[in-house]
């Protein structure tokens, strides 16, 4: 009884801290991802039509946000990132540096994991 009611007591706060080193250990927030979200299923379908024609591999999922249905394509790692940057690209100059600083300490990373 006493183990339960510790665990109903714990915070929202000790909750997040958990996820947090959980992430951290996984090394889950190194990893670079380029997200779109929207409400369109027909838009979103296309997109990641478009994705699959670009040979970028996109996973396209759907979840509930403040009560409406809205769905979202991911590109996962430093090869998609990679594929998309040289491929597609993007037009705003800030997300243009961060996609190329990025990869830079990507590759930095994989050297020293080589040596």
Same mark, same amino acid.
């Given at each position: 009884?006493?183990?339960? @009611?510790?665990?109903? #007591?714990?915070?929202?706060?000790?909750?997040?801290?958990? #996820? #947090?080193?959980? &992430?951290?250990?996984?090394?889950?927030?190194?990893?670079?991802?380029?997200?779109?979200?929207?409400?369109?299923?027909?838009?979103?379908?296309?997109?990641?039509?478009?994705?699959?024609?670009?040979?970028?591999?996109?996973?396209?999922?759907?979840?509930?946000?403040?009560?409406?249905?809205?769905?979202?394509?991911? &590109?996962?790692?430093?090869?998609?990132?990679?594929? =998309?940057?040289?491929?597609?690209? =993007?037009?705003?100059?800030?997300?243009?540096?961060?996609?190329?600083? @990025? &990869?830079?300490?990507?590759? #930095?990373?994989?050297?020293?994991?080589v040596w």
């Amino acid at each position: 009884m006493k183990l339960q @009611t510790k665990a109903l #007591k714990l915070k929202k706060s000790n909750f997040r801290k958990i #996820k #947090k080193q959980n &992430l951290i250990n996984k090394n889950i927030l190194n990893y670079p991802t380029v997200q779109l979200f929207c409400r369109s299923e027909r838009l979103a379908t296309d997109i990641h039509d478009i994705f699959l024609r670009f040979s970028l591999n996109s996973k396209k999922t759907q979840h509930f946000k403040r009560g409406k249905l809205e769905y979202a394509i991911r &590109l996962y790692g430093f090869d998609q990132l990679s594929k =998309f940057t040289n491929r597609i690209g =993007f037009n705003h100059p800030a997300k243009a540096n961060k996609v190329t600083k @990025t &990869l830079e300490e990507g590759i #930095k990373r994989a050297r020293r994991s080589v040596w």
